[in-house]
């Protein structure tokens, strides 16, 4: 059964950065597009960055110019660069996988989720 596990979050003050990382376990098959999402108290969880094997990127306007979502397909694994991190970055950062075994140019997110990983901004 594949399983994400993240790591990396933790406090920083507003304008550092920190990187996330997740890691699928137990696949037999390659991730070809990954996402990461956050959920802020109260809010709805969101997509902030995602990629796919094609080299397609996409971010939120809240997070373009200062996240960069990164990853290695042969390793099954994904991480997410935040720098100048802001306090509305404060929430609960999730990797979702893409389920499809090949090679897409999009992400299509499914039902497999890390356990999340909490970032907080604040002096």
């Known amino acids: 059964q594949v399983q994400l596990v993240e790591s990396g979050g933790g406090l920083v003050q507003p304008g550092g950065s920190l990187r996330l990382s997740c890691a699928a376990s137990?696949?037999?098959?390659?991730?070809?597009?990954w996402g990461w999402y956050r959920q802020a108290p109260g809010k709805q969880r969101e997509l902030v960055a995602s990629?796919?094997?094609?080299?397609?990127?996409h971010y939120a306007d809240s997070v373009w110019g200062r996240f960069t979502i990164s990853g290695d397909n042969a390793k099954n694994l994904v991480n997410l660069q935040m720098d100048n991190l802001k306090s509305e970055d404060t929430a609960v950062y999730f990797c979702n996988a893409d389920r499809r075994t090949e090679p897409v140019s999009w992400f299509q997110p499914s039902d497999l989720w890390g356990q999340g990983t909490q970032v907080t901004v604040s002096s």
């Open positions: 990629m796919a094997s094609g080299g397609t990127r």
């Open positions: 137990g696949s037999n098959s390659r991730i070809y597009a």
